[in-house]
C-alpha cells in the first residue's frame, strides 16, 4: 500500500493588530497552492508505481486573541488548514485540520511567575511535522492530540531562582486504512531546573528530568505498555532581545522498562535552540536534538533522533525577502527487526505460518537494526506587496533514505523510501 501526501511550505503569516481595548483582534488567511509529488510506500500492498503529481489548494484561516493586563498576558490561537488535490486519486486525501492554542504567563507577586498552556488538535497531517523525527510518512491519518503545561519560576535571589514544571500529552489515532499502524499513547513530564543568573543576559542551568510513556492497544509481546524516560543535565541560555533568546541543554538520559524485554537507552542527549541577528536584515536560527523517542515500529519501543536544522532568513530590499531551511535527521531504531515467531499461531499470527501478521514482507531485513535519513529543504522568495499582503514562491524537497527491505510483487524495496519535490506559490493576507 501506498499513502501519498504533500509537503508544502508553510509561509510565516503576518498578523496586522485590531486594538479592541485591553484585547488584540489579530486575523490572517493564507492561501497556499503547488505542486508537489510525494510516494509512501507503507505496506506491500502498494497500489502506486510510481511519484503522484498534484497541484494542492492551501487555505489556512488564522484568528488570534491577546488579552494584557499589566506584566500579564492570555493568548488565544486558531489555526484552520483546509487542503485539497487536484489528482484524481488523491481526492478523498484532503479535507479540514484544527489547531487550537491557549498560553497564559501571569506574575504573582514580584518572584513568583507562572505560566500555562493548552493545545487542541483535530488534524489530518503528516508524522514528519506531528512527531518529531519523521518514523512513518503519511497523508491521510487523521489524530487527535490533547496537551496540558504549567511551569512556575520563583527568584531565590538576585542572582538565582527555581523553576518546576508538568507537561500532559494524549494523541488518539482515528480509525483509517492507516491507524493499524500506530497506537493511541500518552506522556506525562515532570522537570526541575536551578537556574543561576551568569551575566546580564546569560543563564547556567542544572535540571532533571523524568519522562512516563503510556500506550494502549499494543500487545505487551511486541512494545511496553509503560516505560519511563530519565535525564540530568546542564543548560545555558542567553537573551538578546524581547523575541530574541537562546537555549541549549546537554544531559544524560536512561530509560527503564517494567518487564525488561528491551534494551534500554543510555546516553548523551542534548537539544537546542539558537537565534542569531548578524545584522539587522538578517535572521538565523539553528536547532538542535538528539533524544530517544517513541516508536511504533515492529518490536523497538523508542528510536534515538539525531536531527540538525537551520533557518536562514534575509531581507534583500525593503519589499523583498529570502528564506531558506534545510534540516537533516537520523533515526537509529533500538531492536533489530523481528518477523518469526518460535511458535506459530496465537494473536500476532492468525494464518499459523509462523510470521508476525502486518511484518510478513519485512522478513528479508530480519535481524537488522533499522536505519533512516531524512533530509528537508526549502528556498523561499517573498514579496511584501503591501501592509496587508505578502506573495511567495519557492521550491521544497524531502527525502528519506532506510535500510529495511520488503518483499514486493516482483523484487525486494526500501519500502521506507520517499521523496518529494514541489514547486510552491502562496498569498498571504491580513486585514483589519
Known sequence: ??????????????????????????????VSHGWDTNVQRLSDEDPFLGPVPSGIGDIQPILRFELPYR????????????????????????????????TGQFHVGRRLQVQVAARYVDAITSMLTTVPGGEYQYGTQP??????????????????????????????????????????????????????????????????????????????????EEYRIRSVGAGFRRFTGRDLSSQIRVGYSTTQFTEGLWTPFRGITWEGEVNLAPSPRTQLQVLLRRAPLVSFFNVSAYYLNEMVQLNFNRALTRVLALRLAVGLQRNTFAEPIEVTLDTPGGDLDHDSNGLIDGFENLLPSEGEIREDRLTDATLMLVWHASRWMDFSVGYRHQQSRSNVEAEGPDSNYHI?????????????VGWQ
Do not use: W
Open 1 to 30: 500500500m501506498v499513502i501519498a501526501g504533500a509537503s508544502l511550505a508553510r509561509s510565516q503569516e503576518r498578523l496586522l493588530p485590531i486594538r479592541l481595548g485591553k484585547v488584540y483582534f489579530l486575523p490572517s488567511v493564507t
Open 71 to 102: 506584566k500579564s498576558l492570555m493568548q488565544l490561537i486558531y489555526r484552520g488548514d483546509f487542503r485539497t488535490y487536484s489528482a484524481e486519486i488523491l481526492k478523498n486525501a484532503g479535507g479540514m485540520s484544527h489547531f487550537v492554542e491557549l
Open 143 to 224: 489524530l487527535i492530540a490533547e496537551e496540558g503545561q504549567l511551569a512556575l519560576a520563583y527568584e531565590l535571589g538576585a542572582t538565582h531562582s527555581v523553576e518546576a514544571g508538568a507537561f500532559q500529552a494524549k494523541t488518539r489515532f482515528e480509525t483509517s486504512a492507516t491507524a493499524d499502524l500506530f497506537t493511541d499513547y500518552g506522556t506525562n513530564n515532570l522537570y526541575f531546573r536551578y537556574v543561576l543568573d551568569s551575566g546580564p543576559q546569560n543563564q547556567i542551568f542544572l535540571s532533571l528530568d523524568r519522562q512516563i510513556i503510556q500506550q494502549t492497544g499494543v500487545d505487551p509481546r511486541l512494545q511496553p
Open 416 to 428: 521506507y523510501d520517499f521523496e518529494s519535490r514541489g514547486l510552491v506559490v502562496s498569498a498571504i
